[in-house]
């Protein structure tokens, strides 16, 4: 290194370096006061080191700003030290909250996470899962089980490891992290048929390649037919998961010769657009039409009324893959873990006026 070098350089790499300059395994080792076989084990195989051995062998890398290679590693180990996840949208902080609970449980055991969007379009999905693939992942995160054979078959194929996210059913074939969508929106008409709706209206996300929203439709379409209700295609909203689709919802549901008084949106974001458009309206919420959503974003407790809703801890489903496919990395089966949302009793429901009724 050149005597300007020498200054910028941590005090541990002042040093003589190979001829790229960069620091060596065996420096690492010496600043850590370790063999070089403990470095290596640091990084190929955490769990076998203490806490405290771990701590220093890393602060010591950092120090020295030496990255070990992962195309070694890949060789020597036959193991990448990869593991993939493909979310259908980068656009949602649910998502985001899973990714960084997997991503942070992940990087505490030296692994690297891969990430790929499919924007809800199972092909491009089948194609990340085969790149994927190809680079050697070790194990794999799906959010829901809407994906083409072909992937799923691959996965067989190859004996990867791999969890569904964000949905849980008993008799899925996948191994599911995640939660009962049909029980939740289930559990949300119930909320309301016990206050004393009877008309309904639903607002809901794109159904197609979607297994979590159709699960979340035949939750309350089942619901309301357990009563002898019926809820006809007239009462039901298709449309983008945003604000704007929510308020376009809720104004042809309630321009209806018939309007509901009970709206169930597939989530929070639908609801704020179904209560905004219910303000416009000049129409009560809750007295004249009760809202529920699904997600507990951070605003919507603080709204006026705050929303009733059900809330899932998405971070918590990102740990709990994280945990199940390190597991499976280690040779344990793999088992489905179904987390319960916790219902948010707010100021958007209340009983019908009498009046319509």
């Known amino acids: 290194m050149s005597s300007e070098d020498d200054v910028l350089a941590p005090r541990g790499a002042r040093r003589a370096r190979h001829g790229n300059g960069r620091a060596r395994l065996a420096e690492v080792a010496a600043l850590a006061g370790v063999s070089t076989a403990t470095v290596s084990r640091v990084f190929n195989a955490p769990e076998k080191v203490s806490p405290d051995v771990r701590e220093r062998v890393l602060n ?13 590693r890949a060789l020597a180990s036959s193991r990448s030290h990869i593991v993939g996840a493909i979310i259908p949208t980068l656009d949602d902080e649910i998502f985001a909250a899973q990714i960084a609970g997997l991503q942070a449980t992940l990087t505490q055991q030296g692994l690297t996470l891969f990430l790929g969007c499919s924007n809800y379009d199972p092909a491009l999905a089948l194609e990340e899962a085969r790149a994927m693939l190809a680079r050697g992942v070790e194990a794999l995160a799906l959010v829901g089980e809407d994906h083409p054979p072909e992937l799923f078959e691959a996965l067989h194929r190859q004996r990867l490891p791999y969890v569904v996210t964000y949905a849980w059913r008993a008799e899925s074939p996948h191994p599911c992290i995640g939660f009962d969508n049909q029980a939740a929106f289930a559990r949300l008409t119930q909320h309301l048929l016990d206050l004393g709706h009877r008309r309904f209206g639903v607002i809901h996300q794109p159904l197609a390649h979607n297994d979590r929203v159709q699960a979340r439709l035949a939750g ?29 919802g809720t104004q042809a549901l309630l321009a209806a010769e018939s309007p509901p008084t009970a709206l169930i949106c597939g989530n929070d974001r639908l609801a704020l657009g179904a209560l905004f458009a219910a303000q416009h309206l000049g129409v009560d919420v809750p007295r004249q039409l009760s809202i529920t959503g699904f997600d507990d974003l951070e605003l919507v407790s603080h709204l006026h009324p705050a929303l009733t809703t059900l809330r899932i801890d998405n971070r918590a489903i990102g740990v709990a893959a994280a945990e199940a496919l390190l597991r499976a990395r280690a ?6 873990c179904e987390l319960q949302p916790e219902f948010k009793l707010r100021g958007t429901t209340a009983p019908p006026p009498r009046a319509r009724e």
Request: charged fraction near 10%.
């Open 60 to 72: 010591s890398a950092a120090q020295l700003a030496w990255i070990p290679n992962a195309a070694g």
């Open 220 to 248: 309350i379409r089942e619901t309301l037919a357990s009563v002898g209700i019926d809820l006809p295609a007239t009462a039901v909203h298709e449309g983008p998961a945003t604000i704007d689709a929510g308020i376009v």
């Open 331 to 336: 040779g344990d089966p793999l088992v489905s």
